[in-house]
Structure formats: structure tokens, C-alpha cells
């Protein structure tokens, strides 16, 4: 636009003196033509030098306003250009601005994060009032400002180390605990209880004690955040496991044992996903549903106990798990998951027409254990509740087992083809499902800060492995199909904590009901009971203890003691004191009593005796100390 009006200025102007001079001319022509006529009157020449002079001075001028304004425009076209140019060279500046705005945002990141860091530094650590001051200072939020995330405040601690945007806190504690048992079991400070033996064992008058160290725990948790999630792992291990070269004479070298293994990504809008394995959700939770670091410091619901196995009637199991989780507003929790199944089998007197599973290859599973096979994993739902004052869970189980079927009939005569002992072909071989499952509740209150009361109620079929005695899931019917056997589990809980004190008491039962039917093949064709405690099963061996094997470590049997679970119960009160909790960790000392009994189902005395009605118990009553040292 500039150089359009240049143009038409100079086109003004060389109109203008085109004019002028056009005039000029034609005056001058008209003078010329009456001076050359009075000229040629008075006998003079028309043109003068002095007037061609004049009219070449006249052009002169004119071609200098020319060149005047030509160069007038080159220079303001090259003003122009340059600032062209310059806007080009603000454009990519003011790019760079606000890349270097982002890098610049992400140092400010980086620095908050130091600054938590230091937050979490005891003023203790530093030597002189002036640092403590700026540690302090450095603390505090500008007037009006908010204060700064920090990722995970449960789990941040004094040790943690923050790298590249992420939090590292390494946890854990050592334990120096033992327990002594007036029956012996032959077991560390995890508690097997339903193996509690029957009156006529050996062990049953022999009491035991066992130190160990093999409670304590290592940790690490990570986590950081990326735009609206935060990104968290946990993995924790301890050494209550036993290798094939494990031993308790010299060296106690036991192996490591994975608790934990999770990651989870948690978005700002409520909704988190959880992969890996990690308590169960059928474990209850202190408030909303949330994964527990496994010390009890994030989401506390578990008994306080030492025995390493808890209490009779909790329900939890650690294991895979894929979880989706959506909280409202902190006041309701929803989650789904699926996890890793495995079925559990008790079952007297069959034939061997079924197949549940098989023992582990050795290599990725104990060979000296057996592992069911499982058509699909168990599918949990849970809904919890935190209104203001107590805690609620609702939550439901879906569970499923097969085996493989080998019928005792032929099918093309329908003639028995079974032995005593069970299928003599795999013809007519099939598989049978059957789908199991429960539903349990909780709810937790706190009372004027200090006092905890609790109840907790599962019950379904198929799910018994869930609560901490491990009762079985399954029997076997006489044709090989499953059985599921029906679960009840309940417990009661009652806390008293204070800064350095905690008190706790529990009361738990677990329950399993009889799962029975008739085989006419079985005892030569007369007919017998299979399956689980059924009043037909032989006790009479309970009562009478057995000489052992060789060797000294071979305790005798009980002979003909069939003696399935009925009920498991047990109470158990404890303590534990804090001698020092804080920047330098957490020194703690803690006492458990605990009286457990293993109730079983009633059977007969068997054939020679024809006593009905026997119904032998076992039970235990065992001490349980720890002294253990927290990270802080």
C-alpha cells in the first residue's frame, strides 16, 4: 500500500511539471511567435540561447525532483523489507519464548519437588538456626497460594529420594520376634491352623518354640506424576517361605519371598487401574478401596497381629490381580477386579474316576505341592462407604472349577466298568464345571480417636482358601463331579490406640459345613459315604496316639482319624509399645496371646467298636513376641 502511494505522488508530480513545462512552452511559443513576428518586423532572429538555456535548466530540475523521489521510494521499500524481516525474526523469537517457557516450567516442577524434598528433612539434621529457619521458609506457601502436592504423603518418608521426577522410598523393618506353642506344630511365626492336631498325636504332648527373624520386610515404592495421573509401584518381600535346601541349623537361609508386586496409574478424575500382585479385594480396607502398602501405614484394616497368618475369620488373600477402582468424592469407592484362581480339595473315600489337577513341573511351581486347573479367574466386586462417621464394604465373589470325569459306566451296555479303586478306561472321559462364589460385608467405626470396633461377615460356596485356616473348596461326588463345599467366615475386631500404645483383641470362626453323598460301588458294593465329613467317616484313631518311624523325626499317625474341620475359633488379645517413632524410624516391642481350637464333624468308631458320634477337637494356645525397628 506504501508503494502505491509513492507511485501516485510521483505520478502527481511529473504531471504537475509536464504542465509546467507544457505551459512554459506554450508561453514561451506564444512570445516566441510575437517576438518572431515583431522580430521579423524589425528584422530579429525568434529564438534566443538564452531561452534554450533556460528551457534545459528547467529539465534539469525536473529530472533531479525525479531522482529525488525514486530514490525516496528505494529507500522506503527497503524500510519495508527490513521490517518484514524483523517481524520474521520476532515470530521465531517468540517461539523460542515459549519453548523455553515449557523448559522453564518443568525446572519450576523439578524445583517443587526438591523443595518437598527438603520438607521431609528433620530441621534435627542441621547444625545451625539460620538453615533450620530456611528449611521452615521454604516450607510455607506464598500468602493465598495452596499448598504443593506431594505424591503419596502416607508414604513419604525422610529416606526418600526423589530422581529425574520420581519419588523412591525404600521401607521395610527387621524383626526379632519368637513363639512358643503348647502343641507342637513344627511351624514358624505363621500359624497353619488347620493342621492343629488331634488328642492322640505325639505332638499334641509336646510343646515348641521357635526364634525367627524371617518376618522382616523389605520394601520400595515409587511414584511420580505425568499430567493428570499419578504413576505408582510398590514391591515388598519377606522371608516367611521355605526352599528344599532350607534349613534351621546353622545358617537359617530361607528364601526371599514376594508379597507385593503392583503398579497402579491414578487419574484426577477419580478413576485408577491396578495390575500386578497385591492384597485381594476381598481385603478389607481402612477407608475407601485403595491398595495397602503392606505396613500399615495407608489403608489399615488388617489385625494387628505377629502370627504372620492373622486371625481366624479374616478374609485376604495377595495375589494377581487386574483392578479398575472409581471414587466419589473420597465418601463412595467402587471397584471390579479379576485375580488369580485355585481350588482347594477335600474329599474321603472316592474313587479315582476324577482329575482336579496335578503336582508343580518343579521349575515355576513347588513340585511338592499341587495346583489345580482353573477355567477362568475369580471375578470380585466391591462397594464401600465412608459417610463421615464409620466405614462400609459390600462386596461379591464369583468363582469357578472344573475337573475331568472318568464314568463308571459303559455307556454302550450301561454294565459298571469301575473297579473298588476307581475308572479302568478314559472312554466317555468329560469335563464338569461347576460355579462357586459369596458375599460378605464389614464395617468399621472409631470412637472418640482412640477406640476402633469392627465386624466382618463372607460366606458363599467354593471359598474357603480365603480366610487364614484355608479350608477346603471342593469335595468330590461319587461320580467325580464337584462338590463345593458351603464357607461361613466371620470376625470381630476392638482396638485401643494411642500415640505409643496400641491394644488389640479379636475373636474369628471359620466355618465349613458337611459335603457328603452315597457311592454304591464303594466298600466291594455295599455302599459307603464319600466326600467331606460325613457322620459315617471313621474317628476312632483320634484318640490313640501311634508309635513313630525312624529316624526320630517321623511322628506316628492317628491311624483311622478321618477328622474334618468343622469350625476353627479362635481369640486372641496383644500389644504393642513404642518406645521411639520418628525421623530416625520406629522402635516398637509387641506381645500376642492368642487360644485357637479346630472343631471337627462327628463320625463313627468304626466297625470294630461301633461307637457313633466321635467328635475329636484340637487345640492351641500360644505366645508370640516381636522387637522390630521401622524405617522411617
Known amino acids: 500500500m506504501k508503494s502505491t502511494k509513492y507511485l501516485f505522488l510521483i505520478a502527481l508530480a511529473l504531471a504537475a511539471l509536464t504542465a509546467g513545462a507544457w505551459a512554459q512552452n506554450q508561453t514561451a511559443s506564444e512570445s516566441s511567435q510575437a517576438k518572431a513576428r515583431i522580430a521579423e518586423s524589425n528584422g530579429q532572429p525568434a529564438v534566443t540561447a538564452a531561452d534554450l538555456q533556460k528551457l534545459q535548466e528547467g529539465l534539469a530540475a525536473a529530472q533531479q525532483q525525479i531522482q529525488a523521489l525514486q530514490e525516496e521510494l528505494h529507500r522506503r521499500d527497503k524500510a519495508v523489507q527490513q521490517a518484514q524481516t524483523t517481524a520474521t525474526d520476532a515470530a521465531a523469537k517468540a517461539e523460542a519464548v515459549q519453548l523455553q517457557a515449557k523448559r522453564d516450567a518443568q525446572t519450576v516442577d523439578a524445583l517443587q519437588s526438591d523443595v518437598a ?3 521431609s528433612v528433620s530441621a534435627t539434621s542441621f547444625n545451625t538456626a539460620a538453615l533450620k529457619n530456611a528449611v521452615m521458609t521454604m516450607q510455607e506457601p506464598a500468602p493465598g497460594q495452596p499448598e504443593p502436592e506431594v505424591f503419596n504423603k502416607q508414604m513419604e518418608s525422610p529416606i526418600t529420594i526423589r530422581f529425574r521426577g520420581i519419588n523412591i522410598t525404600p521401607g521395610g523393618y527387621a524383626a526379632a520376634e519368637f513363639v512358643r506353642r503348647s502343641r507342637a506344630l513344627a511351624a514358624d511365626v505363621s500359624t497353619p491352623f488347620n493342621s492343629l492336631t488331634m488328642p492322640g498325636a505325639s505332638q499334641s504332648r509336646l510343646s515348641e518354640f521357635f526364634g525367627s527373624g524371617r518376618q522382616s520386610k523389605i520394601t520400595t515404592f515409587v511414584d511420580g506424576r505425568l499430567g493428570n495421573v499419578n504413576l505408582s509401584s510398590y514391591i515388598s518381600a519377606d522371608f516367611l517361605s521355605a526352599g528344599v535346601t532350607s534349613t534351621a541349623t546353622q545358617t537359617n537361609g530361607y528364601t526371599l519371598r514376594i508379597r507385593q508386586a503392583w503398579a497402579q496409574a491414578k487419574f484426577d478424575n477419580g478413576w485408577s487401574f491396578l495390575g500386578g500382585q497385591a492384597w485381594s479385594l476381598v481385603t478389607e480396607n481402612g477407608k475407601g478401596i485403595a491398595p495397602d ?3 500399615g501405614k495407608t489403608n489399615d484394616a488388617r489385625p494387628k497381629t505377629i502370627d504372620a497368618s492373622y ?3 479374616f478374609d485376604f488373600a495377595r495375589q494377581y ?10 465418601k463412595v469407592a467402587a ?4 485375580e488369580n484362581p485355585q481350588g482347594t480339595l477335600t474329599s474321603h ?14 521349575k515355576s511351581y513347588n513340585s511338592s505341592a499341587t495346583y489345580s486347573f482353573n477355567p477362568s479367574p475369580d471375578i470380585i466386586a466391591k462397594i464401600a462407604f465412608d459417610p463421615g462417621f464409620g466405614h462400609y464394604e459390600i462386596l461379591g465373589l464369583v468363582d469357578r472349577f472344573t475337573d475331568r470325569v472318568f464314568p463308571c459306566v459303559e455307556f454302550a451296555t450301561g454294565n459298571p466298568v469301575c473297579t473298588a479303586t476307581g475308572a479302568t478306561t478314559a472312554t466317555g472321559a468329560y469335563n464338569a464345571s461347576k460355579e462357586g462364589g459369596g458375599l460378605g460385608a464389614s464395617a468399621r467405626w472409631t470412637i472418640a480417636h482412640h477406640v476402633t470396633f469392627g465386624l466382618k461377615g463372607f460366606g458363599g460356596s467354593g471359598v474357603g482358601r480365603y480366610a487364614p485356616g484355608g479350608l477346603s473348596d471342593v469335595a468330590i461326588n461319587p461320580d467325580g463331579s464337584l462338590h463345593l463345599i458351603k464357607n461361613l467366615h466371620g470376625l470381630g475386631t476392638l482396638e485401643y490406640k494411642t500415640k505409643k500404645l496400641t491394644v488389640y483383641s479379636y475373636g474369628g470362626v471359620e466355618y465349613a459345613a458337611r459335603t457328603y453323598a452315597k457311592d454304591p460301588l464303594a466298600n466291594h458294593g455295599a455302599g459307603a459315604n464319600v466326600g467331606y ?7 476312632s484313631g483320634c484318640y490313640t496316639e501311634v508309635a513313630p518311624g525312624s529316624g526320630g523325626f517321623t511322628p506316628g499317625g492317628t491311624g483311622t482319624c478321618t477328622g474334618d474341620t468343622r469350625a476353627l475359633i479362635e481369640g486372641t488379645l496383644g500389644f504393642w509399645y513404642k518406645f521411639y517413632s520418628g525421623a530416625r524410624g520406629t522402635f516398637q516391642y509387641g506381645t500376642q496371646y492368642s487360644y485357637v481350637t479346630r472343631n471337627t464333624w462327628s463320625g463313627n468308631g468304626g466297625l470294630a467298636t461301633g461307637l457313633p458320634g466321635l467328635q475329636p477337637n484340637g487345640l492351641d494356645s500360644m505366645v508370640f ?5 521401622y524405617l522411617p
Open 349 to 362: 473315600g472316592n474313587a479315582s474316576n476324577y482329575l482336579l489337577g496335578e503336582s508343580g513341573d518343579g
Open 117 to 119: 524434598g527438603l520438607k
Open 321 to 330: 490381580g487386574l483392578r479398575l477402582t472409581k471414587t466419589f468424592n473420597d
Open 311 to 313: 486371625n481366624v475369620g
Open 625 to 629: 513376641t516381636s522387637f522390630r525397628y
Open 533 to 539: 465329613g460325613a457322620p459315617t467317616f471313621n474317628n
Open 335 to 338: 471397584a471390579v477386579s479379576i
Open 293 to 295: 502398602d503392606d505396613m
